[in-house]
């Protein structure tokens, strides 16, 4: 099934600073029990976005309402724990199509990559630098352009790293099993060769 | 000569498919592990593209994540989780998978069930859509946790497009106090290293604390490396491996195991092979250990304080502080005396027959705290059955205690086994993330014995001083 596909995205984001934000904390366990992807996105950061009789925390992040946006920019370790997918569905179907941070846990990174979420790895130096800028105008712009792997903040430009075969997957929309079911030849005779 | 290798390279190589220029391999995988929670996705999906499953021979399903753990033999009450756990039923039915249901003597905690059963054998590839995966790297295999779009595509295909992570060995040495247990280990390199200290990594432990751990402790080692942000663990198969495997439902037949065997033992590291990093750590002065916060990593010994904001880097004062206002505790504290309300003793991390032994030779003629509730979960049916063979639970019953049915239970909290907003928790399992037991719960990670110790003082209690 083909991924959405991502080129370039010019949005305002929405900032959060915490660290070690664990897939847990995006999506409490509770909320697994589902047999679809979709509709995630009503429980996407639960516990930290509402108290337990279900009202909105009003210093959250996301419920104030300066912020808002399609990019994420969250703190160190970003995905850590659990390898839940539903963590990347939740924050796509809330409407985010990318995450900066300064680092991602690796399950969480797989899972946003096949998802056309895209993860977006920069410095803790410049990360910081999103944020002052988001703190000085909630409103700024951002620009991931993924061809040129650049990010944009007004004139500032950072350049950041992702697997070339990831990128063209994200670019063009493929996804994995596609590309591996054109293999099936190769993997019967990896088969038969190692007599699996 | 040839070129020294690494253990995890030996494996992954032979694994290769394909290998694509400038980006990830091809990798084939020998074992997959399902179950109920991430799964539904996945079959739906290869029901979209109309494929069936390419080898389900190779792929293996339980039920545990949302399971009731009492009561299994009855209709699950909760529909959400019936609903899951029918889909498997019929997905696994349709595409001829080996299914181990609810009531059926294999079911239990993926990572308890595969390695019981003998269906994890050492050089082999193993993903589950379940992070703690890396257990089975206990065997001297390649396992990883992976999500729901990587679950189809191993349902697909019996292949994933993997990078090749960097590698990190960690070398043991000493002998462990009493007391001190594996889980404590893994609780110390955590604190040492961090919740995200080994990411991007394959870790390999060695070393000669590690060739004297039994296969159960070696699990609860190699469970943990997920905590630390590894891809996975691995221990080189020894011995104790083989003789482990020997004559379990799924190792291999007595006329095929010579050959095996001769295959299993070229499954070693060899001597100058690189890492990317390397450490040593002497463990013979370790005591037990103790989770203070809300990630693994944030762990001190048992007889130690709680640190306060001077002794911890800037750039984590926030987090830190944070934790500790979430756990409801003070800087410089001491741990030891605290009160605590609930214990859970079980998950794939110390939910082994081993695990529950330990727990009961400290409870064993003692009485459960008043006002503390226990959840002693067995991993598996097979760990239940072999625990009543032995009378782990008389021993219990008559401390006041209750060997509950097999799952994942309060680890994850998706069924009824939640702990209630505010209230601690002295737990066995992995996690400690906020709202993990349920939300608003404070869990605190320790091992089986320190678990067993606490439960029967109502307080967090060192486990060597009842022993």
């Given amino acids: 099934m083909p991924i959405e596909k991502f080129t370039r995205l010019v949005s305002s984001a ?24 979709e509709g995630f996105g009503e429980y996407l950061f639960r516990d930290l976005r509402f108290d337990s009789a279900g009202n909105p925390l009003p210093d959250f992040p996301l419920n104030r309402p300066e912020y808002a946006g399609r990019i994420l920019v969250a703190g160190r370790n970003f995905g850590s724990g659990s390898s839940r997918e539903h963590a990347a569905w939740a924050l796509v179907d809330y409407g985010f199509r990318a995450v900066i941070s300064s680092f991602f846990a690796d399950i969480f990174r797989n899972n946003a990559l096949n998802n056309g979420l895209l993860p977006v790895q920069v410095s803790e130096q410049y990360l910081n630098v999103i944020f002052l800028a988001i703190d000085r105008d909630p409103k700024v712009r951002i620009t991931i352009d993924l061809e040129k792997q650049k990010v944009m903040l007004g004139e500032d430009i950072y350049w950041f790293e992702i697997n070339p075969f990831r990128k063209q997957c994200l670019l063009n929309g493929w996804d994995d099993v596609d590309y591996l079911l054109g293999l099936q030849n190769e993997i019967r005779k990896y088969e038969e060769n190692s007599n699996t | 000569m040839k070129e020294p290798k690494t253990l995890f390279d030996k494996i992954w190589d032979s694994h290769v498919v394909r290998r694509i220029e400038q980006g990830p391999d091809v990798l084939y995988i020998d074992l997959h592990l399902v179950h109920e929670v991430t799964s539904p996705q996945a079959f739906a999906g290869l029901a979209e593209r109309g494929l069936k499953v390419f080898r389900p021979c190779k792929t293996v399903a339980t039920a545990d994540h949302n399971v009731p753990t009492v009561n299994q033999e009855q209709p699950m009450t909760d529909p959400l989780s019936r609903k899951q756990v029918d889909q498997l039923t019929r997905n696994t039915r349709e595409h001829g998978i080996r299914f181990f249901g609810p009531g059926h003597p294999f079911q239990g905690v993926v990572h308890v069930m595969g390695p019981e059963l003998g269906l994890t054998q050492p050089g082999m590839t193993v993903v589950c859509g379940d992070s703690h995966t890396s257990t089975h790297g206990a065997f001297g295999t390649v396992a990883f946790g992976i999500g729901t779009t990587e679950v189809e595509t191993v349902l697909a295909t019996q292949c994933l497009l993997q990078n090749r992570p960097e590698k990190m060995r960690i070398n043991l040495e000493g002998k462990p106090g009493i007391g001190v247990t594996a889980k404590d280990i893994a609780l110390y390199l955590l ?100 989770t203070y916060g809300t990630n693994p990593g944030m762990g001190i010994k048992l007889t130690g304080r709680i640190p306060t904001p001077d002794t911890v880097p800037g750039n984590h004062l926030n987090g830190f502080k944070h934790a500790l206002q979430y756990m409801g505790f003070e800087p410089g504290q001491p741990v030891l ?72 239970s309060a680890c994850l909290a998706m069924n009824d086994d939640k702990v209630p907003p505010g209230k601690y928790c002295l737990s066995t399992s992995n996690r400690n993330f906020r709202g993990r037991q349920g939300p608003g ?25 009842l022993m």
């Fill in chain 2, 337 to 408: 005396g605290r009160k605590i309300d609930y214990v859970f003793v079980g998950s794939c991390t110390n939910g082994r027959i081993s695990d529950l032994r330990a727990f009961a030779s400290l409870v064993k003629g003692r009485k459960k705290a008043p006002g503390v509730t226990a959840w002693i979960v067995p991993g598996s049916q097979q760990v239940e059955k072999q625990a009543r063979k032995e009378g782990i639970d008389r021993i219990l019953k008559e401390a006041g205690f209750e060997l509950r049915q097999p799952g994942c």
């Fill in chain 2, 441 to 465: 719960s404070r869990t605190l990670l320790a091992s089986p014995l320190t678990a067993a110790a606490s439960a029967v003082t109502g307080v967090i209690t060192d486990p060597r001083e």
């Fill in chain 1, 14 to 37: 929405v900032p959060l600073p915490a660290e070690n934000v664990d897939t847990d904390q995006i999506l409490p366990a509770r909320f697994l029990k589902a047999v679809t992807r």
């Fill in chain 2, 191 to 290: 604190s040492v290293l961090s919740a995200s200290g080994a990411t991007q990594h394959f870790i390999e432990y060695a070393g000669e604390t590690v060739l004297t751990l039994t296969m159960e402790e070696r699990m609860t080692l190699c469970n943990m490396s997920i905590e630390m942000g590894a891809r996975g663990g691995l221990i080189a198969p020894d011995e104790v491996t083989f003789e482990y495997l020997k004559g379990r439902e799924f190792s291999p037949s007595e006329e095929d195991w010579n050959d095996r065997l001769t295959g299993w033992k070229k499954l070693f590291t060899d001597p100058g092979a690189k890492f990317n990093r390397e450490y040593r750590f002497d463990i013979s002065a370790l005591d037990p250990m103790i």
